[in-house]
């Protein structure tokens, strides 16, 4: 069964409008959480790093006021596209990860929201 | 800053046959992770197989396997007897450990086509 669940899966908002997703992990505590953006036929493209009790870690060329994501439980992670416009349309797919320090541990994702901004 | 490259956008096998997906990285880093993951059509990932590089043993988990060199940076997968349910995008990832929390580098993709 899935281990990380992420909603909604889809939604259709008009421009202007803030949109949350959500992210949780069901069976373990998730120390990192990943934010990512997918295009269509093209590779995930991490947005930001979300660890648990501390500010998130933006990748370069993403807006951090724009795309704000919060972390505040060791089972949940947000992220929020404020005042999202046409070119914020896109796939965001979220993972987590059971542990920090390991490099091992393989990340757990979501099923991916499709958000359409009108 | 570490790369991860997928030179093949597309490859197709026949059912029941075997297919290599090639896979390069570059990265300073000795101690790191390298996975393979599966995107069907629904684009849910699907984690396949994973690989530590401090392992000279390559990876196996049933019809998928991986051929890892490291010194010539490469992690190919390999995928036996083919099936159907195999068509998916296949992308490579390279984790490691940055200041103490994971830092992830995804390939471009590879599209299996599976021919019954």
């Known amino acids: 069964g899935a281990v990380v669940s992420q909603h909604p899966s889809r939604v259709i908002c008009k421009s202007g409008t803030s949109v949350k997703i959500e992210c949780r992990s069901l069976?373990?505590?998730?120390?990192?959480m990943f934010w990512y953006r997918q295009f269509p036929k093209q590779s995930l493209m991490l947005m930001a790093t979300s660890n648990e009790g501390s500010k998130a870690t933006y990748e370069q060329g993403v807006e951090k006021d724009k795309f704000l994501i919060n972390h505040a439980s060791l089972t949940l992670s947000t992220l929020t596209v404020t005042s999202a416009h046409p070119e914020d349309s896109s796939f965001y797919i979220c993972?987590?990860?059971?542990?920090?320090?390991?490099?091992?541990?393989?990340?757990?994702f979501g099923d991916g929201t499709r958000l359409s901004i009108l | 800053a570490q790369t991860v490259t997928q030179s093949q956008p597309e490859m197709s096998v026949q059912e029941a046959e075997t297919v290599t997906l090639s896979c390069t990285y570059d990265?300073?880093?000795?101690?790191?992770?390298l996975f393979w993951y599966k995107q069907p059509p629904s684009r849910q990932m699907i984690l396949v197989i994973r690989?530590?590089?401090?392992?000279?043993q390559n990876a196996t988990e049933n019809r998928f396997s991986v051929n890892f060199q490291k010194a010539a940076k490469s992690f190919s997968l390999k995928i036996s007897d083919s099936q159907l349910g195999d068509a998916a995008m296949y992308f490579c990832?390279?984790?490691?450990?940055?200041?103490?929390?994971?830092?992830?580098?995804f390939g471009t993709g590879t599209k299996l086509q599976v021919i019954p």
């Open positions: 993972s987590a990860s059971r542990r920090r320090f390991y490099s091992n541990q393989p990340q757990h």
């Open positions: 069976d373990f505590q998730a120390t990192t």
């Open positions: 690989q530590e590089a401090y392992k000279q």
């Open positions: 990832a390279l984790i490691k450990n940055s200041g103490g929390y994971q830092k992830v580098t």
């Open positions: 990265t300073s880093e000795s101690d790191y992770y």
